[in-house]
């Protein structure tokens, strides 16, 4: 893998967040009842949820916990996806669709109702997240999203015009989508938190130990790394949009199924107080209609956490920095003069038509991939089910739509080519909705 393209030392939430827990690599052989791959949020989600039910369990991690997308991303706490809404979810699995929108709808209550259960300080803040809508004719959307979640009992609510600029302190937007329940976090803090509460329960934790395959043999899954192996009766794959950065041999149909993109994070110095109540006061998360997403929250220092997207040659730190700043003060000119302290990137995971794959593996064998940008919350509520999957409960009862892996044709040449889909949103972003 190439670490140096991926990397973050100069991300804002390594910078601020206490030091995770020694964790000893995976060396000789073990075993467990349960086996996960991944300490990111779905595998630290999964193995505390099996806990609490006494089961025993094991996570083998290529890094550390959190060193993927589960630390490198916004924080942003969202309960839903980014573009299918309820009906495209029903429409697409029926039965088990109506339960996933139940746990879509539920999924930031369950993460912050879960950090408050650990006591896990990850400058969490249940404010809401509000989608405002970046043309007239994007009212649609919003109106759309409203009827279609107030029908699944979510807290949603229609912004006028007035609104949105009184919540978000600028005349940008036309209104929007409000979700009550939605909020933020610092990732990186949550997934060290969750780790710690896992070696509190007795669970064991491997890492800097890569993955290089698993197989079936003797009614067990055999997990290899390059200087150990552990065995269990049931095995999680929990890797999201890294499946194949570390090994081709894992799970090829899984990594193949998904498209990682990078995705760009920045933070500002932090704002003074009277700039701070005039931009976004209620301390909202915020990511709106464009394509090329305008998104931002706080940090508890007050720093605005935005980000963006740039492509081709060139030192591209230094060009996002110039584009958000723009966007920036366009979006809000009472921010005055722009500098920011920390960026970096991580991998998304993003599907064709950016809805999540939940997979069988095999027997007592499940995984997921295709965040789509929305795995904060979706991930630690997926990692409950999956809890509930190895440890028998029925298909039907399962929030879980399952489907096959189907891996996209040409997917190394797609990937060197997923880039310039910027310019395809940037052109629809331009056009207005009719």
């Known amino acids: 893998m190439d670490t140096a393209n991926v990397c973050w030392p100069n991300s804002l939430w390594a910078a601020v967040t206490p030091p995770g827990p020694d964790l000893p690599e995976l060396i000789g052989a073990d075993e467990a009842d349960v086996v996960v791959i991944g300490a990111g949020f779905t595998g630290l989600s999964t193995a505390l949820h099996l806990r609490e039910a006494g089961v025993d369990v094991a996570i083998v991690e290529a890094m550390e916990p959190g060193w993927g997308a589960s630390g490198r991303n916004n924080g942003q706490v969202i309960p839903t996806l980014s573009r299918p809404d309820p009906q495209d ?3 697409r699995h029926g039965a088990a669709g109506e339960r996933f929108v139940g746990l879509l709808r539920d999924s930031a209550s369950t993460l912050f109702d879960l950090a408050r259960r650990y006591g896990i300080e990850a400058e969490q803040e249940q404010c809401g997240w509000v989608q405002p809508v970046h043309s007239p004719g994007r009212i649609k959307i ?6 279609q979640w107030s029908k699944f009992g979510a807290p949603v609510e229609l912004l006028s015009p007035g609104q949105v600029r009184e919540m978000l302190g600028s005349d940008a937007w036309f209104g929007g989508f409000w979700n009550r329940s939605g909020g933020h976090i610092n990732p990186l803090a949550l997934s060290r938190g969750l780790a710690c509460a896992l070696l509190d329960k007795a669970a064991k934790i491997y890492a800097r130990s890569p993955v290089v395959g698993f197989e079936r043999r003797n009614d ?3 997990v290899k790394t390059a200087n150990g192996e552990i065995s269990g009766r049931a095995l ?7 499946s194949g950065e570390f090994s081709k041999s894992l799970a ?3 990594a193949h199924e998904v498209m990682p993109v990078l995705s760009w994070q920045m933070a500002t110095q932090p704002l003074s107080d009277n700039v701070r109540k005039t931009i976004i006061p209620g301390r909202q998360a915020m990511s709106d209609t464009h394509g090329e997403l305008y998104f931002a929250r706080y940090d508890a220092r007050n720093r605005l956490v935005t980000g963006g997207a ?3 040659p060139g030192n591209k730190p230094a060009r996002l920095k110039a584009r958000v700043t723009e966007r920036l003060q366009r979006l809000w000119p009472q921010i005055g003069e722009v500098s920011f302290d920390y960026i970096w990137n991580g991998y998304i995971g993003m599907t064709t038509d950016f809805l999540p794959r939940v997979h069988r593996l095999g027997p007592d064998a499940y995984g997921w991939t295709g965040c789509n940008g929305r795995a904060v919350a979706l991930s630690i509520a997926l990692g409950n089910e999956l809890s509930k999957a190895v440890r028998g409960v029925s298909e039907s009862d399962l929030a879980l739509p399952f489907t096959q892996a189907v891996p996209i044709p040409a997917h190394g040449l797609l990937r060197k080519l997923a880039p310039l889909m910027l310019l395809v949103y940037r052109r629809r972003d331009a056009r207005e909705m009719v």
């Open 89 to 91: 979810i029903v429409a």
């Open 252 to 254: 090829p149909d899984v």
């Open 310 to 312: 740039v492509i081709g």
């Open 142 to 147: 919003a109106e759309r999203r409203v009827r």
């Open 236 to 242: 999680v794959v929990a890797t999201n949009a890294y």
């Open 220 to 222: 067990r899954w055999r």
